[in-house]
């Protein structure tokens, strides 16, 4: 494993408390992106759009931030993973507040999410690069798996808002709750734990990533594959489970539940992952290929195929982001901001156009058809990982 003197110094942040503020800090800054998604049923009623709307809308918060992903590595790199993180919680606050107050047809709320975008490109990379500098590398492993459940996290909020919020004081509530967290989520950022570990251990010069791009690229590909996958289910599962016959507050809950399964499950995975030689990327893809066995489960769209499904769909098939990230950070220790930007874009490509194809294919109802072709792309996204995983083998020093 390569080494830097941007890796963490002796003396580290408490790991507890850290965790827990940068795990809050990139829930909220992406929470906007989850709450779209979630709010879909009521959004679609009151402003009058299809699923096929639906499905630009959610995804658009992706696809922005894979046009940014890279640049907004780079940045957090040069202004500190703390200060982007926390920069990326005000945007997000901004974003949801608006909505709130605003928001009277799909199209504002199609800008508000490519907005929402960039607050998610900057926080990823941000909060990957301030795990790195305050958090020791021997428990990278679960710094990355807390930081990484705040994806589900953020979904789960946003399930349990449907019962909660939304169908008692509007959605419109729901945003400004959403606004507030984020807020919170900005204030919580420890960046003087960060600028107290550069004054022990300065950075290192910027090392290009020129010749190493080859196996980034073909792993942003399949993270993007998985993303897809996950975006899909994010994006869509409330609305499929609705369709299948659960009525519109139980669906929330089914939501939340996932979500609380797959943040049990990055969890369990990283602390593994701390105490195992195993590699990374080999236990990603074999996650993504269990995972899609359930997706086609799904496809039934039955309500006894969800109930059996979705703790495998979220346990398995959306469980292994952090690892993914501890894999790249591992193989990439002299640059982890810039080389997880690289990685982050094709998650956020995948997240992106998952949803639109995903949302294209069920404007007709056809939600079978989408869980069907979200598990090809998690056998694909595994593919992907192992080639990867052989081409920086090759890359790697005698």
């Not at 606050?93 to 799909?106: G, N, T």
């Not at 107290?196 to 290009?208: F, K, M």
């Amino acid at each position: 494993m390569s080494t830097s003197t941007d890796a963490p110094a002796s003396t580290t942040a408490p790991i507890g408390r850290t965790l827990a503020a940068v795990s809050f800090a990139t829930t909220t800054a992406v929470l906007t992106a989850f709450l779209l998604g979630s709010q879909g049923v009521q959004l679609r009623r009151e402003l009058d759009f299809d699923i096929a709307a639906l499905g630009v809308i959610v995804a658009l918060p992706w696809l922005a931030a894979s046009l940014t992903s890279a640049l907004m590595g780079h940045w957090c790199q040069r202004i500190g993973g703390g200060v982007g993180l926390r920069i990326a919680g005000l945007t997000s606050a901004a974003v949801q507040l608006a909505i709130a107050a605003f928001a009277h047809s799909w199209w504002f709320l199609a800008v508000a999410a490519a907005v929402a975008g960039l607050a998610n490109s900057l926080a990823q990379p941000g909060a990957n690069l301030l795990l790195t500098r305050v958090v020791h590398d021997s428990r990278h492993g679960l710094a990355f798996a807390v930081k990484q459940s705040a994806l589900p996290f953020a979904l789960l909020l946003g399930g349990v808002a449907v019962p909660a919020l939304t169908l008692t004081v509007g959605w419109r509530w729901t945003f400004v709750g959403g606004g507030i967290l984020a807020l919170l989520g900005a204030l919580v950022v420890p960046v003087r734990a960060e600028r107290a570990h550069l004054a022990e251990a300065p950075p290192s010069p910027r090392v290009p990533l020129r010749g190493r791009l080859g196996p980034l690229v073909v792993l942003a590909m399949g993270v993007g594959l998985g993303a897809a996958a996950a975006g899909g289910l994010a994006g869509f599962l409330t609305s499929a489970t609705v369709a299948a016959g659960v009525a519109e507050g139980p669906a929330g809950w089914l939501l939340a539940a996932g979500s609380a399964i797959g943040i049990t499950s990055r969890l369990l995975v990283g602390s593994w992952a701390d105490r195992s030689t195993r590699d990374p990327f080999a236990a990603v893809a074999t996650m993504m290929v269990v995972g899609s066995a359930f997706y086609v489960v799904m496809a039934a769209q039955t309500v006894p195929a969800y109930l059996v499904a979705i703790p495998f769909a979220f346990g398995a098939g959306w469980a292994w982001p952090g690892l993914f990230n501890l894999g790249v950070v591992r193989a990439h220790a002299d640059a982890p901001g810039a080389s997880t930007g690289v990685t982050q874009t094709g998650t956020y490509l995948g997240a992106g156009l998952g949803p639109l194809l995903f949302g294209t294919i069920a404007d007709d109802g056809a939600f079978g058809l989408g869980w069907l072709l979200a598990a090809s792309w998690l056998v694909a996204g595994a593919v992907a990982m192992v080639v990867g995983r052989r081409l920086l083998d090759r890359r790697r020093p005698a």
